[in-house]
T-cell receptor, first 115, second 110 residues
């Protein structure tokens, strides 16, 4: 069964540094998402992306965050200047139809630890 | 803004007992999805409910969507150790994105 893959599985970074989290969505999917989950807490929506542009973003997704689809397969989340409170699990998801009408398929996540 | 409240936060049960989690929305939802997250894992889609009053079953799991499409529940009959994890509801609201509940963690007492 097709999967969403995320790399790296764990990223440790000094506060203030930039990080890029990478995702390869399922190949025929058109809608891509990033979520954040602080340890033991709820899944928080960050951003959705379709047709090479952001379709929706949450209040969490401020100017420190950006997303990009640099080629036909990768979908990246960049955090420009990391803060301690950015430490969390970051999940990428994709769906073949947007608007919350179809299941979202999640990757295994990247655990981001800010020191 | 739109919110989906999910209760309880935790439920401890003996293996074989039933488990129920409830979601309530401040506004009418177009649909509601349920996901399961095993410890250390990622959310996995379980089911989607669309119609008012809809009830769907998956083996020991029963999912309901309220008549007003503002609430939903998941009931597990005779829990097993494989049911352990956190169950999330996610409703599609006005802005067409999924609004996630906080999740209910199912814990099996040793």
């Amino acid at each position: 069964e097709p999967e969403v893959t995320q790399t790296p599985s764990h990223q440790v970074t000094q506060m203030g540094q930039e990080v890029i989290l990478r995702c390869v969505p399922i190949s025929n999917h058109l809608y891509f998402y990033w979520y954040r989950q602080i340890l033991g807490q709820k899944v928080e929506f960050l951003v959705s992306f379709y047709n090479n542009e952001i379709s929706e973003k949450s209040e969490i997704f401020d100017d420190q965050f950006s997303v990009e689809r640099p080629d036909g397969s990768n979908f990246t989340l960049k955090i420009r200047s990391t803060k301690l409170e950015d430490s969390a699990m970051y999940f990428c998801a994709s769906s073949d139809v947007g608007g919350g009408n179809q299941p979202q398929h999640f990757g295994d996540g990247t655990r981001l630890s800010i020191l | 803004g739109q919110q989906v409240m999910q209760i309880p936060q935790y439920q401890h049960v003996q293996e074989g007992e039933d488990f129920t989690t409830y979601c309530n929305s401040s506004t009418t939802l177009s649909n509601i999805q349920w996901y399961k997250q095993r410890p250390g894992g990622h959310p996995v889609f379980l089911i989607q409910l669309v119609k008012s009053g809809e009830v769907k079953k998956q083996k020991r799991l029963t999912f309901q969507f309220g008549e007003a499409k503002k609430n939903s529940s998941l009931h597990i009959t005779a829990t097993q150790t494989t049911d352990v994890g956190t169950y999330f509801c996610a409703g599609r609201g006005r802005n067409y994105q999924l609004i996630w509940g906080a999740g209910t963690k199912l814990i099996i007492k040793p």
